[in-house]
């Protein structure tokens, strides 16, 4: 007799967690909430982070924190390497609790919670140094742009991957003074540059939406922002490539002991983030994709978040209303 068995069942973990992940996400928008506009960044970063972390364990997983707060002597919670969850599905975790604290802070548009978990051991292991950056959305033909090519030529020819002049590209890089000549080059080379103050995450993401009429991202900003942008893109389509940027020894020591040997590797995005992934952002303060949060009436609290998934590229904008009398 034939032996009856059920189909094998395939179920990835980022469909598993697609809809959980936006409450980790909820958590530490609606706990960053009472701080903004106070001018308090520690206290804003602090209780996101306690939020988020609360908000890890309760959910079904034997997490990894692989992009985190810092290294377990300067971070007191979501260090690197700290486990969180319940225990059950292994999941490595890239998080930032508060991307844009001075942002929020001083009340200012795009602050995000956000975070992603992927396969275990398929998100690159960013230390906490800069990276240089350039991004992309989706539907240009592969290879398009370049990190190492100058912005000029990155510029042709993605206005002439859309049928468009070069003034009508629009770049957007952190307004910052490391950026002087990359800005001027932009400039040069015809097209219009947006500056964003922090938030560099949200950035990236800008470039995916036609609507922000962001077409490329340039810069240096934070690697660990550069690997949760990275996720993103792994979702929504898109392109990235990124390089490490040390400005020291002890920051190149940080990296060889995350296990990165070739310092000046460029990353693209598989190499960035390679294993199948769940990536979610909850707006805190009013922004380019997402509404912040927002006190709607006496008792409740109204968040705007995005989940996205690799496997499917399906793409969730998620409006909640929680009730302040209850827990979330
Ligand atoms: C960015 C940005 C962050 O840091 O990565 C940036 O996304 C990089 O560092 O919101 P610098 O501020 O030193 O340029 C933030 O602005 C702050 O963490």
Redo the contacts with the bound molecule.
Sequence with gaps: MTEIRPPEVHYPLDRAFALEAVRVTEAAAIAAFAQIGRGNEHDADQAAVEAMRAAFNRLPIEGTVVIGEGERDEAPMLYIGEKVGLGGTAVDIAL?PL?????TAKQMANALAVMAMAEPGTMLNAPDT??DKIAIGPGFPEGLIDLDAEPAANIAAIARAKGVSPTDITALV?D?P?HEALIAKIRKAGAKVKLI???????VIETTNPATGVDIYMG???????VLAAAALRCVGGQMQGRLVFRNDDEKARAAKWGISDLNRKYGLMDLVAGDVVFSATGVTDGAMLRGVHRDGGEFITTESVVMRSATGTVRWIRARHRRDKSV
């Design positions: 930032d991307e844009g604290t001075t942002l800069y990276m952190m910052r490391r103050t922090d938030g560099d995450v949200a950035g240096i900003g934070g690697a660990p922002e550069g």
